[in-house]
Antibody, heavy 128, light 111 residues
Framework: QLQLQESGSGLVKPSETLSLTCTVS??????????WGWIRQPPGKGLEWIGS???????YYNPSLKSRVTMSVDTSKNQFSLKLSSVTAADTAIYYC????????????????????WGKGTTVTVSS | QSVLTQPPSVSGAPGQRVTISCTGS?????????VHWYQQVPGTAPKVLIY???NRPSGVPDRFSGSKSGTSASLAITGLQAEDAADYYC???????????FGGGTKLTVL
């Protein structure tokens, strides 16, 4: 079955750039019904959507993080990535990658999506 | 402060029924956007429990059900079991923020 695995730097210095990659196995990242996304969870706190990307490269970012976030996709490697610049201690969190099932709600005329497969998460600490 | 408001905690005895509310506004739930629910057992990744307000993925027991009305949604769990102890999150879309939003999460304690 589909599996997602996060990898990347677990310790990042303040003001530097956090870089994570999510490797997709057991399925293709180029599936038309799915987006791919990043969600984070600060210690002891709730979930925060960071952004989503389609295999074509189209991206959607959380407005509160948009100025610092860059997401990319590499279909040849079945991977997608996250870069978060100018990090501070507030960016310390467990970072999850996820597959987002996408469909169209005709009644409300919008594309919905929900996270149907999650990676196990990777802890990123911002500290000098 | 989350855009979607959930009670911080709920509790119930084994076999009982509990509900978890998710209150939004006219820019998210009230606008007709779907609500999805996730269960997160401590130390593990979240798992989708209910999608599009009322639908259960295969493998999720029918003890879990979702509903939506106006600017709110609810998750109901009947026949409470010890293994249901977890954090629960609602998620929807917000047109003002142009993105996905989560509730603050609700910790369920099985007494």
């Amino acid at each position: 079955q589909l599996q997602l695995q996060e990898s990347g730097s677990g310790l990042v210095k303040p003001s530097e750039t956090l870089s994570l990659t999510c490797t997709v196995s057991g399925g293709s990242i180029s599936s038309s019904s799915y987006y791919w996304g990043w969600i984070r969870q600060p210690p002891g706190k709730g979930l925060e959507w960071i952004g989503s990307i389609y295999f074509s490269g189209s991206t959607y970012y959380n407005p509160s993080l948009k100025s610092r976030v860059t997401m990319s996709v590499d279909t040849s490697k079945n991977q997608f990535s996250l870069k978060l610049s100018s990090v501070t201690a507030a960016d310390t969190a467990i970072y999850y990658c996820a597959r987002l099932y996408s469909g169209y709600n005709w009644g409300s005329s919008y594309h919905y999506y929900y996270m149907d497969v999650w990676g196990k998460g990777t802890t990123v600490t911002v500290s000098s | 402060q989350s855009v979607l408001t959930q009670p911080p905690s709920v509790s119930g005895a084994p076999g009982q029924r509990v509900t978890i509310s998710c209150t939004g506004s006219s820019s998210n739930i009230g606008a007709g956007y779907d609500v999805h629910w996730y269960q997160q057992v401590p130390g593990t990744a979240p798992k989708v429990l209910i999608y599009r307000n009322t639908n259960r993925p295969s493998g999720v027991p029918d003890r879990f059900s979702g509903s939506k009305s106006g600017t709110s949604a609810s998750l109901a769990i009947t026949g409470l079991q010890a293994e249901d102890a977890a954090d629960y999150y609602c998620q929807s879309y917000d047109s003002s923020l142009s993105g996905s939003v989560f509730g603050g999460g609700t910790k369920l304690t099985v007494l």
